[in-house]
């Protein structure tokens, strides 16, 4: 089953199941308790929940009509790095002096786990996302996003897009949160399937591509079956010595990076598809903020 939040053609905000080409629209009269999608998600059993609100459900809408909103209310982003091969080596490329924290960080214990976005900083599918004006070597993140309640127990699953700088991180492992963090550095969506709809990860890849004045200019596939990280073990490390009342989503890594000779630029496209999900997409820009 999916869920998502997304604008009405008069202006609204509406909340539904999403089925074929359409969006069966909750009405929430019945329960005042649940205002937002967060709150289907934080209930005891959303799944049962998100059935009943779907089968009674008499609002259809075609997707044709409406735009999809980033599937978050007033959770967090983090994310978790260096969870596949390839983003290790992708790293060590990037920093040679830091090389030997990234291989520690590959088979340690403890992963690297950072905060990535607020809920207002998340980027809507279709809108832009952006590279830093000081950076001369950003790319995207395609990015298995988990959905967790505020108990940190999983209910979902989304699309998420990581813009990093890669040089930035690559001159001093400590300007992470600046080669992570910033204005229009984060893009979920367009929907969160709930766990019982994800495929095994065997059967689930994830596809970056990215276009470039019309044309493909890299394309990339990972299976989540290379990730080097178990998703208990990722949420244990995230909720341990930490909460999350409004629950949380976390980037799971990537194992997609782009050579190191490509940058984005201004005016690509940018498409991630997840099995199982769907397809996020977004234009890039390339501005200063001021």
Same mark, same amino acid.
């Given at each position: 089953?999916?869920?998502?939040?997304?604008?009405l053609?008069d202006?609204?905000?509406?909340?539904g199941?999403?089925q074929?080409?359409?969006?069966?629209l909750?009405?929430?009269?019945?329960?005042?308790?649940?205002?937002?999608?967060?709150?289907?998600?934080?209930?005891?059993?959303?799944?049962?929940?998100?059935?009943?609100?779907?089968?009674?459900?008499?609002?259809?809408?075609?997707?044709?009509e409406?735009?999809?909103l980033?599937?978050?209310?007033?959770?967090?982003?983090?994310?978790?790095?260096?969870?596949?091969?390839?983003s290790?080596q992708?790293?060590?490329?990037?920093?040679?002096?830091a090389?030997v924290f990234?291989?520690? @960080?590959?088979?340690?214990?403890? /992963?690297?786990i950072?905060?990535?976005?607020?809920?207002?900083r998340?980027v809507?599918?279709?809108k832009?996302?952006? @590279?830093?004006c000081?950076?001369?070597?950003?790319?995207?993140?395609p990015e298995?996003t988990?959905v967790l309640a /505020?108990?940190?127990?999983? @209910?979902?699953?989304t699309?998420?897009?990581?813009m990093?700088?890669?040089?930035?991180e690559?001159t001093n492992?400590?300007?992470?949160?600046?080669?992570?963090?910033?204005?229009?550095?984060?893009?979920?969506?367009?929907?969160?399937?709930?766990?019982s709809g994800?495929p095994s990860?065997?059967?689930?890849?994830?596809?970056?591509?990215?276009?470039?004045?019309?044309?493909?200019?890299?394309e990339g596939?990972?299976?989540?079956?290379?990730?080097?990280?178990t998703?208990?073990?990722?949420?244990?490390?995230l909720?341990?010595?930490n909460?999350f009342?409004?629950?949380?989503?976390?980037?799971?890594?990537?194992g997609?990076?782009?050579?190191d000779?490509?940058?984005?630029?201004?005016?690509?496209q940018?498409?991630?598809?997840?099995?199982?999900?769907?397809?996020?997409?977004?234009?890039?820009?390339?501005?200063?903020?001021?």
């Amino acid at each position: 089953m999916q869920l998502a939040k997304v604008s009405l053609p008069d202006g609204t905000t509406g909340i539904g199941h999403v089925q074929n080409e359409s969006i069966r629209l909750f009405n929430l009269t019945d329960h005042p308790e649940i205002a937002t999608l967060s709150d289907i998600l934080a209930s005891a059993h959303p799944e049962q929940l998100a059935e009943e609100l779907s089968s009674r459900s008499e609002h259809q809408q075609a997707l044709s009509e409406v735009a999809f909103l980033a599937p978050i209310d007033s959770q967090e982003v983090w994310a978790a790095g260096v969870t596949y091969q390839r983003s290790q080596q992708a790293r060590r490329e990037e920093s040679e002096g830091a090389a030997v924290f990234y291989d520690l @960080v590959y088979t340690a214990d403890r /992963p690297e786990i950072f905060f990535k976005a607020t809920a207002q900083r998340v980027v809507d599918p279709l809108k832009p996302v952006r @590279v830093r004006c000081d950076s001369n070597w950003s790319v995207p993140e395609p990015e298995l996003t988990l959905v967790l309640a /505020p108990s940190g127990n999983l @209910v979902g699953f989304t699309v998420g897009n990581d813009m990093s700088a890669r040089d930035i991180e690559g001159t001093n492992p400590l300007y992470l949160p600046q080669a992570k963090l910033y204005n229009q550095s984060c893009a979920l969506g367009p929907v969160i399937t709930l766990c019982s709809g994800m495929p095994s990860q065997e059967n689930t890849h994830i596809t970056l591509t990215i276009h470039r004045k019309q044309e493909v200019s890299f394309e990339g596939t990972a299976s989540l079956s290379q990730l080097h990280r178990t998703f208990p073990e990722l949420i244990e490390w995230l909720t341990r010595e930490n909460s999350f009342p409004n629950g949380v989503l976390l980037m799971t890594g990537t194992g997609i990076v782009p050579p190191d000779e490509f940058t984005l630029e201004d005016g690509d496209q940018v498409t991630i598809q997840i099995t199982g999900i769907g397809t996020l997409s977004n234009p890039v820009v390339k501005t200063s903020t001021e």
